[in-house]
């Protein structure tokens, strides 16, 4: 109980400290609106292209966008100056093991509590200004209770499974010397295996069956798709159980190799 | 009176040019100190941005063409647009990175040289490690002329012209504008980023197909038109109008904007302290 | 030389309290608080003086070094440098100054120390005879021989400052500003810097102004004090003045007057005077 009391005195300060910078959200979700906009403008430029070769409706590609958009700071698997384990690298971590906690969970709730921060205050003024935009643009309501509530809880396991990626990845970076330029080819790749370029419907087919097994489709193409209806039945539930498979995954490989790291400064002194 | 006002001119940018190189010389030297990660930086970036690209490529073998346009002609407007913004953060990267340099007091220092602050922020900041966007822009350009079937004339070439030198002033003014509303808040700038980041996403695409309204915001508002859309028409042989090619000369407009947002936000740092 | 008179300068601050429910007030209003740094400060520096501005922490120090050198604008008051004013002709004017901040390096941080002068040779268009010439002897008295070659990263911090001082003096400017120039330093290295300064100041009669808080470089070097302490200027006169105005002030200590008590070390008396103030 009191281990659930510390790590929630850490999520309240990551929130806090999130919420601080309104301009930034304000100005940040203008951005993103209109990003948003051209995004729908374009594939509907496609669609009327070639209408039979389109692979998803409308209103769920529209969906997509909206709520990728919305979500967008919450999945990025890169990381930026404020983010928790930066310390890794600065050494910092000696301060961090004198502390009663896992080091692993401590991070994971620091970083995911940033993350919901900053989407929660980005996203809200989002959703609203995609609700009121007049069709075909508009975010359509989910496709039912049932999709809803699966979409909310795959959200949050998709959260769960990009933090634990970034984090294995981050890791591991500590025992090989990776340099910025590979990590970012690294990072970039993820990025299109996600579905953040295009969505992975719009693949094709051999590619997407190949795509659906990485973790990567498990971050936030499977939510965004349940919404809408766009993924149901088999194939839906054989995707969260494959998202469900690579979050305990990571995980554990990540708590692995945090030990081992741990293990590493402790003997060679950091 | 007045030769010796021309000289005073001349002698004042050739000093000026001078301090300049001597600065991109300096960013050469730093860069060099750091050779292995400097290669694997630059050759990182060349590689990822084709993800751009990859994700075009898909769209258009599903689809094979878009409001008309071909993958080759696309991939032409692609390129130019990639390879503007590419020189624009490579030259103006002191404006992109300016919200850094007030934060960390590098600003009063600039202040303290008997140089214009414009000169100093360029060039103390020239991002030589751009270079690989800047190749990777010329790689999928040569690919697009490959691909499409551009009539090559001295016209054309000359609007081609037009249109990098064109654009890439553009983006180095927004990015200018950007670094000038810093100086009122430090918060609210993410805005810009649509001007910038935003305009080199979607502009990858020919603004004709967002459709008429996008046209006339792009023209009229910010004139992306002209250093893309209109151009382009003539480029690529869809129109007879040379005069399109003229259009990229329109951006000295938005030069003159950025000049006195800047200098007014200039003045404001200076009563308002850091 | 440089007048300042009745100069006052104000900021504005946001401010916000802790806790979750101020943090989401906090979105819709934001609290502002004015801080007056500096109000009513006047003094003038003859040329070829040699002034200590001390003070404690966030008494207006900084404050007033930004004004004098043409960074920032006050909001009230006028200041003169040399018959300019500093804000206004900005570039004519830091061209006569040199600055040196303590904390904060001018030099580039990757390349050797000589390339960042030569870099500075261009941007004050010294000429090539006036920069062999100051190049000289600013290496030979700072002892620079081996550190030119090395990149800024690499020197340590008695090393760097040496660099620092030297680059700031490259354009021979009339006055200098020296804002925390030994902090961190070792001895030996502060006694090199306080004896440069000192011949600097006798040979080429150039005016030192030093912001610091080690009392000993205030000993070392200036003749002159003046006391600023929550925006204002509370003493302008000589140590010994500093040392009458303690005793003036400490009613506590009957013994004060007594002559032991003038040996007494220069920081004690400082604290005390800063206590007995309320400026701290």
Known sequence: ?270 | ?274 | MITMEHVCKSYRVAKRNAGMIEACKALFRRKVEIIHALSDVSFTIGDGEMVGYIGPNGAGKSSTIKILSGILTPESGSCLVDGRIPWKDRKEHVRQIGVVFGQRSQLWWDVPVIDSFELLKDIYSISPAVYRHNMEELTELLHLQELLRMPTRQLSLGQRMRCEIAASLLHSPKILFLDEPTIGLDAVSKLAVREFILRLNQTHKTTVILTTHDMQDIEALTKRIILIGRGRVLMDGTLEDMRVLAAVHDNDNAAAAQPEQTEESLERIVAALYQQLHIV
């Open chain 2, 1 to 274: 009176m007045i030769t010796a006002e021309r000289s005073g001119m001349t002698t004042k940018i050739k000093n000026s040019s001078r301090v300049y190189f001597h600065y991109i010389t300096i960013s050469l030297r730093s860069a060099m100190q750091y050779r292995v990660s400097f290669f694997l930086m630059v050759t990182g970036r060349f590689l990822v941005a084709f993800n751009g690209i990859l994700g075009v490529y898909f769209m258009f073998s599903r689809f094979g063409h878009v409001k008309g346009y071909t993958f080759g002609e696309v991939l032409l407007c692609f390129s130019v647009i990639q390879m503007d913004f590419a020189l624009a953060e490579c030259i103006g990267g002191g404006f992109a990175m300016f919200s850094g340099i007030v934060r960390q007091g590098e600003f009063d220092r600039i202040l303290l040289r008997p140089r214009s602050a414009v000169l100093q922020v360029l060039g103390s900041k020239f991002r030589i490690d751009r270079i690989g966007l800047i190749l990777q822009a010329l790689v999928m350009f040569a690919y697009g002329i490959a691909v499409s079937p551009v009539a090559w004339t001295t016209g054309r070439v000359m609007t081609l012209l037009f249109m990098l030198v064109g654009g890439t002033i553009l983006f180095i003014s927004f990015f200018w504008l950007r670094a000038a509303f810093t100086f009122f808040t430090l918060e609210g700038i993410e805005a810009f980023n649509i001007l910038t980041y935003g305009a080199k996403e979607h502009g990858k695409y020919p603004i004709d197909i967002y459709g008429k309204k996008m046209l006339q915001i792009c023209t009229y508002i910010i004139p992306y038109t002209l250093i893309q859309y209109y151009p382009l028409q003539y480029l690529l042989g869809r129109t007879d109008r040379w005069y399109y090619g003229l259009y990229p000369f329109g951006v000295a407009g938005i030069v003159l904007v950025c000049c006195a947002v800047w200098s007014f936000g200039m003045r404001h740092y200076q009563s308002a302290g850091s």
């Open chain 1, 1 to 270: 109980m009191r281990a659930c009391k510390k790590y929630f005195s850490f999520f309240r300060l990551r929130f806090n400290m999130g919420l601080q910078y309104r301009m930034a959200a304000v100005s940040g979700a203008f951005t993103q609106i209109l990003w948003g906009f051209m995004e729908c403008l374009a594939f509907l430029a496609f669609r009327q292209a070639d209408p039979a070769a389109y692979p998803m409706t409308v209103s769920a590609t529209v969906s997509y966008v909206w709520l990728r958009e919305a979500f967008f700071s919450a999945f990025r698997t890169w990381q930026t100056d404020g983010e928790v384990f930066d310390s890794i690298m600065d050494g910092g971590i000696a301060y961090e093991l004198c502390r009663p906690v896992s080091v692993y969970n401590m991070w994971f709730v620091k970083t995911v509590a940033g993350r919901i921060s900053v989407a929660t205050l980005r996203s809200i003024p989002l959703l609203a200004v995609a609700c009121l935009l007049p069709k075909p643009f508009r975010l359509s309501p989910p496709a039912g209770p049932v999709p809803f509530m699966l979409f909310v809880l795959t959200l949050f396991l998709g959260l769960g499974v990009t933090v634990a990626f970034c984090m294995f990845t981050y890791i591991l970076a500590f025992f090989t010397i990776s340099p910025q330029g590979l990590r970012m080819m690294f990072t970039s790749m993820v990025d299109f295996l996600s579905g953040a370029i295009i969505p992975l419907p719009f693949m094709p087919d051999g590619v997407r069956t190949f795509l659906e097994l990485l973790p990567f489709a498990g971050m936030f193409n499977l939510p965004l798709r349940i919404y809408s209806g766009d993924l149901t039945g088999a194939s839906m539930l054989r995707g969260i159980g494959l998202q469900c498979f690579w979050l305990v995954t990571l995980l554990l490989a990540g708590k692995a190799l945090c030990r081992a790291a741990e293990h590493k400064v402790v003997v060679q002194g950091g």
